[in-house]
């Protein structure tokens, strides 16, 4: 199956935000491919074209056990003809049964490899890959969650399907990839407003992930852009009961079901800002819908 690019852009009927004078547009990058939803094609394509243009056939990443880029690298790897190596944080998974989401990977071709916690912070050091090499012989590497110069490259093209659209793009933020090639691709005068998913560490951290990725991809900022912070609802993979409610209260209203780790956060963000009248008047948001539920 072909990717439905560029992704369908829905308006949603809000009064939360009509009633501000606001239009709220949904950028259905969930449509894109029913394995390789969102930003996973986006991020995922240009590493597996670099790869094959170098002669390389194998992929190698990392995540945890539930990882949503572990499950798309592999189907990656089986629908553009790859091999791929997931490296699994927790040596102890690998005396259990596979949980569904390791089962998917498994079934998809990927060889799963277990190692410790001690070692998975680790993962970046020279040595940990050197022996991850000598295990597996020669592998491209995309690091966990899948941001690097190739995948912000890749989702610059998602900026430049909403210039025109929208004054304000709005996305869900992990390893800040997406947001970096987004603001990258948007026209001058668009602004893209970026909401992290995980709780703690400096807050300044995202802010310069973003900024590094976007030196190494582009030579430099670009863009207007500029992270959300409060509405994480825990940090990563936790949800809260406002959250949930929210979210229920959102498909209940739309009909649109709503992934709730990246995508409900986001929204439950717009429509708290668009409540204290962060957006002007006559301003159109353009929400990008990220990962299918």
Known sequence: MRPRLPSPLQEIEDERFARRGVRLLLKRDDLIHPELPGNKWRKLAPNVRAAAEAGQNTLLTFGGAYSNHLRATAAAGRLLGVATIGVVRGEELARKPLNPSLAQCAADGMRLHFVDRAT???KSDPEVLDSLRRRFGAWQLIPEGGSNVLAARGCTALGRELR???GLVAVACGTGGTLAGLAAG?????RALGFPVLKGGSPHFLNEEVAGL???AFGGRRGEWRLEDRFHCGGYAR???ELDAFAEDFEDRH?????????AKML????????EGAFAPGTTVAAVISGAP
Request: charged share 20%.
């Open 120 to 122: 998975y912070r680790r």
């Open 164 to 166: 025109g659209t929208a």
């Open 186 to 190: 948007l026209a001058p005068g668009q």
């Open 214 to 216: 976007q030196r190494a």
């Open 239 to 241: 949800r809260s009961p």
């Open 255 to 263: 009909g649109l079901p709503l992934e709730r780790l990246y995508v």
């Open 268 to 275: 439950l963000g717009l429509t708290t800002l668009a409540g």
